[in-house]
């Protein structure tokens, strides 16, 4: 005999508030409206423990009740490792769905970057598993969850849309057309925004670089 469990979902919010987020590395998420999530790096403050109780383990006989410790600690300190990460995607996802109405996030091949060079970060940082408890929480309180192309985020300037090539040591985007400078990932959570196409006229959209007495509803952050 099956069971069915009716899970309770909210109407869908009215947008009053939306943000962009850039997922990275060193910081886990940088917002559009300037504000950031610490990247929590689990595995990397974990790994003299770990290394040390691997090698502890190594150490002992094979069948022996020492092993079996050994084990048991190198197991410990995995599980830590692991429900570290948990709580902190958990805190994450669950502070964008309480303070917005709307959250764009790149469409990302996490299983694609997982085999490159930042493969143990990209594991690390549990990005696939971030967006999934997104989408959920998201989903569970009316919240539009908003996937945008992630070719160029980062490139292009997010007030005037020149395509401003840098490579992944520069940490800093300066528009030579419009003059906009301003942090790389920032500028990268601006244009995630932008591509939502969730329209102007929300509290948090107009720090895209924008003077006072420009025209929001002509100017390049503007989504028509």
């Not at 469990?5 to 300037?34: H, K, M």
């Not at 958990?90 to 309480?98: C, D, G, T």
């Not at 549990?126 to 997104?134: A, D, E, P, Q, V």
């Amino acid at each position: 005999m099956g069971f069915v469990i009716q899970i309770p979902y909210s109407d869908p919010r009215r947008i009053e508030t939306a943000v962009g987020v850039d997922l990275g590395i060193s910081t886990f998420a940088a917002l559009s409206d300037g504000g950031f999530i610490p990247s929590l790096r689990a595995a990397r403050k974990a790994e003299r423990r770990v290394r040390i109780a691997q090698r502890a383990l190594s150490r002992k006989k094979r069948g022996s009740r020492g092993r079996r410790r050994a084990r048991a600690r190198a197991a410990r300190c995995h599980a830590q490792t692991a429900r570290r990460r948990r709580e902190h995607l958990h805190q994450a996802s669950a502070r964008l769905v309480r303070d917005y109405d709307a959250v764009a996030v790149e469409k990302l091949n996490v299983k694609g970057l997982a085999r490159s060079a930042l493969a143990k970060d990209v594991h690390d940082a549990s990005w696939g598993k971030f967006i999934s408890l997104l989408r959920y929480k998201a989903e569970k309180a009316g919240v539009r969850l908003i996937e945008v192309d992630c070719r160029d985020t980062t490139q292009d300037c997010s007030r005037c849309g020149t395509k401003v090539p840098k490579g992944l040591a520069v940490r800093q985007h300066d528009c030579p057309s419009c003059g906009l400078s301003i942090d790389r990932d920032l500028n990268a959570a601006r244009n995630i925004l932008n591509r939502a196409g969730v329209g102007p006229g929300l509290r948090n959209v107009a720090g895209c670089g924008m003077r006072a007495d420009e025209n929001l509803g002509s100017h390049p952050c503007a989504v028509q």
